[in-house]
């Protein structure tokens, strides 16, 4: 289960001797764990095969140009973030916000529609992860908390 290979991977990352010193088994599992983050993500157009166990290639999906994105292959743009994301794992970075070495230091409710903010120790209002370097790669292709799904 990977929306890369190994041999992709090393094609788009040769430059990193982070990932360059690593073996086949590290660069695998790597890659695995930025898949299975990319796969959590909520994307664009539908999986093209109903029994494929990552989330891409799909169909029905439009570049920010406007061009079709065939469904035969995962679009170079997820294919940068992934090597980039199995990257940040290598060189020891969560991929994931670490919730459990945080404590709430508080939590406010406002009115209207229910809305609650948490406060972490480390300030933020919640740990995060988010690698904006690595979100532009593909923010073309997901479904923004802005639009409007009809069925």
């Not at 166990?53 to 079709?68: C, H, N, Q």
């Not at 290598?90 to 508080?106: H, M, N, R, T």
Request: aromatic share 6%; proline share 4%.
């Amino acid at each position: 289960m990977a929306l890369i290979t190994n041999t992709e991977a090393d094609t788009l990352l040769s430059a990193s001797s982070v990932w360059t010193a690593l073996t086949e088994a590290l660069k695998t599992t790597h890659i695995e764990s930025a898949t299975v983050l990319l796969n959590s993500l909520n994307w664009k157009g539908v999986v093209t095969s109903v029994a494929q166990a990552d989330s891409w290639p799909r169909t029905s999906v439009l570049d920010r140009e406007g061009r079709v994105v065939t469904s035969t292959e995962v679009p170079s743009a997820i294919q940068n973030a992934c090597a980039q994301l199995a990257l940040k794992a290598a060189a020891g970075k969560a991929l994931y916000p670490d919730y459990a070495s945080q404590k709430v230091i508080s939590k406010s409710a406002s009115g209207g529609p229910a809305s609650v903010q948490t406060v972490w120790s480390e300030g933020s209002s919640e740990p995060s992860h988010k690698w904006p370097e690595i979100h532009v790669l593909f923010s073309q292709f997901i479904i923004s908390n802005d639009q409007l799904l009809r069925g």
